[in-house]
């Protein structure tokens, strides 16, 4: 840790124990940290916790620590029960994340779950399909193979900056084949693109002042001189104009990732193909 | 939908609502039902319900649905009472994902959460890193450039269909640089990899029977025959051999990814690297 602890600042131990990879479990204990700006929180989290051994030794090094959230995602209720009998007995807080979906669907169907861990990460044909969605993102970045944008689920098209690899790979991971096409001065536009369903082609735009500052912030990255043609206002406008011309022409959705995150782009693009559901 | 229900199969819907992506929340949900493999589960996922009225509309649509269980991750308090109170009014089950971490933070420092939606997607400085990791893995995957490999986190090496290039998108997800390398027969190994410390170093590797089945398989799909070299248990063999000689001579971390998904795999090289605290 290279931040120091303000003075008085509170600190809080944020344990997270899953049987599986912990990701899940990690992100929506992040979720709720987030909410606290002037706590400091020391994260630790131990995959793979399969059996009652491997508990008892996660148990063994947490035992000292005070200020401690346990949050953990195990399948099996012995360790469950093992869990908050030892965060209750050492003073500690402690969330279940899994058990409460995990017993309303037993309400709701009367069936047993299998309690097998790491059931999610089974690798049937989505996940194959997924494997291939990111594969296919990276030989179709930046319109390197224009017959990408025949075969793909969503073409991304943008100006620089606007965030279209990183896009790519995130809706890869959601099963869909993306390509894209980074929109620069003078691009030609290969015809493929006008051969593609308009409403597969998401077009990106971002606000002229926050491409002029992320152009100025690299060229004094480089060492060069921040006012060059690349970061020049009237250039970058006319950048925008012509991709906003092409837009319009193809009739296609457009997104102004300005003040967004990926995962939001991503989120809008999603319901716009009416995928949200995740039932491709 | 294309898959039949078969006869007698239970349902349950889904319902995740978020004020934010609903990610996390789609993924935890998802986590407790694959345990059971016999209902079938539709899922519907209303991202971005940041007020009152967005909530009411989620409860008109889905008022007339049977076995529901709504999982939500809501950081105002009077949303996550109103979806609460519908489920109850409604008979349906429902999950509050989020509201154990942040109460028990509270209880933790008696500091009040911000109630600030969508506060973990905000455009810090790791975020930006993360979307240059990701930018890194695709610049330098496949060995593109041999010089990715002087300036990553890791370098993944491994033989054809080891899953190097979601691996590498995946840890750059986790902002780290990865670069990766294919052994094929006949390999040139870059100077550079000689000059990369060890630790940073995986050897991919799998079992030569996982190696033949699927390249029999890709044969048979680009209508060839399957049994050429390409698929060729010696063939096989000789190059697992080669390259375990080249883990050895390197002294890297060498991890079989014949039955690992790449989450479980990833996780395994952040363990061997010592960062599966995300303190980076």
């Known amino acids: 840790m290279t931040e120091e602890k303000k003075e008085n600042q509170k600190i809080v131990n944020l344990i997270i124990i899953s049987d599986s990879v912990g990701d899940t479990a990690f992100n929506m204990v992040q979720a709720g940290a987030v909410q606290y700006p002037d706590v400091k929180f020391n994260y630790r989290r131990y995959p793979f916790i399969t059996n009652r051994e491997k508990l008892e030794k996660v148990f063994n090094e947490i035992t000292e620590f005070e200020n401690v959230l346990i949050a953990f995602t195990l399948i ?8 908050i009998k030892f965060a ?3 003073n500690m807080k402690y969330v279940d994340l899994l058990s409460g979906v995990i017993e309303n669907i037993h309400s ?27 594969e296919f993102a990276v030989m179709y970045d930046d319109g390197k193979d224009p017959k990408g ?5 969503v073409v991304l098209l943008g100006v620089s900056r606007t965030s279209k690899t990183p896009l790519s790979l995130f809706l890869a991971n959601k099963n869909l084949k993306v390509a894209n096409l ?3 001065p003078q691009t030609h536009i290969p015809d493929e693109i006008y ?10 735009t971002n606000d002229p002042s926050v491409l002029n500052e992320i ?13 060059t043609t690349y970061s020049n206002m009237d250039s970058i406008n006319a950048e925008l104009d012509a991709a906003n011309k092409l837009y319009k022409k193809l009739g296609c959705y457009v997104i102004n990732v300005a003040h967004r995150s990926i995962e939001e782009t991503a989120a809008l693009i999603m319901e716009h193909l009416g995928i949200d559901d995740y039932a491709k």
């Open 76 to 83: 099996h209720e012995d360790e469950q029960l093992a869990a």
């Open 149 to 153: 944008f025949l075969e793909a689920d």
């Open 88 to 90: 209750r007995e050492h």
């Open 182 to 184: 980074p929109l620069v």
């Open 195 to 204: 051969k593609v369903d308009p409403k597969k082609i998401i077009g990106l």
């Open 215 to 227: 152009r100025r912030q690299r060229m004094i990255a480089y060492g060069l001189n921040p006012d």
């Open 108 to 134: 709701l169907t009367g069936e047993e779950p299998k309690h097998e861990i790491g059931a999610v990460h089974h690798m049937g044909q989505n996940y194959f399909d997924r494997i291939s969605a990111m």
